[in-house]
């Protein structure tokens, strides 16, 4: 079983940046393409950023692309999720997961993700 583990969330002011991670328990992320998903209250869950088994490969949401970067390290079986430039639309709970199969391919779709953590609030005051 495995489990996924967000932290990092918190409330910032507009403008400002926040580092999410996610770090996995039962499992290496070694290897396994994540996803970043968010979902604001009221409204569906939405895909933010991907990243590739290697790290060599990233996507993003058009709404988040020059702000936020995802990155990992394999050895220290971490993701990160960089947030900068943050807006009050970003608002959210921010949710990590984990796809294992296709390690090379990214994912836009939340029925590509196997694993899922339980999420980390984001709150972006204007």
């Known amino acids: 079983q495995v489990q996924l583990v967000e932290s990092g969330g918190g409330l910032v002011q507009a403008g400002g940046s926040l580092r999410l991670s996610c770090a996995p328990s039962?499992?290496?992320?070694?290897?396994?393409?994540m996803g970043w998903f968010r979902q604001a209250t009221g409204k569906e869950r939405e895909f933010v950023a991907a990243?590739?088994?290697?790290?060599?490969?990233?996507n993003y949401a058009d709404s988040v692309k020059g702000r936020f970067t995802f990155s990992r390290d394999n050895a220290k079986n971490t993701v990160w999720l960089q947030m900068n430039s943050l807006k009050p639309e970003d608002t959210g709970v921010y949710y990590c997961?984990?796809?294992?199969?296709?390690?090379?391919?990214?994912?836009?779709?939340?029925?590509?993700?196997?694993?899922w953590g339980r999420g980390t609030q984001v709150t972006v005051s204007s």
């Open positions: 039962g499992r290496t992320l070694s290897g396994y393409a």
């Open positions: 997961a984990l796809k294992s199969w296709g390690a090379a391919e990214t994912s836009v779709y939340g029925y590509d993700y196997d694993y």
């Open positions: 990243i590739s088994g290697s790290g060599s490969t990233t």
